[in-house]
């Protein structure tokens, strides 16, 4: 039997399913957490200067820091499929503004 895997995935969790490939055997499930932060710039103090560009630091320093956690996610999840997969599907939370289309 082919070797069949799906993953789905968010932002915030991965599900990879490896489906079997024996008659009865186990359906195996392993779970992800992403660990990448969300929200914004919290409070904090402002320069008295005014063409200080601190919050454009603390904002670049956080979206830098951010795709370093989601590159972390994405590796691990890829690290964990297995090599003699023959079919992958990949599916996740439908994007809001296709929800409402018809096809």
């Keep these: 039997m082919k070797k069949q895997t799906g993953i789905w995935l968010d932002l915030r969790n991965a599900w ?3 489906l079997p490939t024996e008659e009865n055997a186990a359906v195996e499930i392993q779970h ?3 660990e990448i932060e969300e929200g914004g710039l919290g409070g904090g103090t402002l320069s008295k200067a005014h063409w200080s560009n601190r919050a454009g630091e603390n904002q670049k320093r956080m979206e830098e820091r951010r795709h370093h956690q989601e590159e972390d996610y994405f590796h691990t999840i890829l690290s964990l499929l297995e090599p003699a997969t023959d079919d992958l599907v990949i599916f996740g939370p439908p994007r809001l503004n296709m929800a409402s289309k018809t096809l």
């Design 16 to 18: 990879i399913i490896n």
């Design 32 to 34: 992800i957490s992403s």
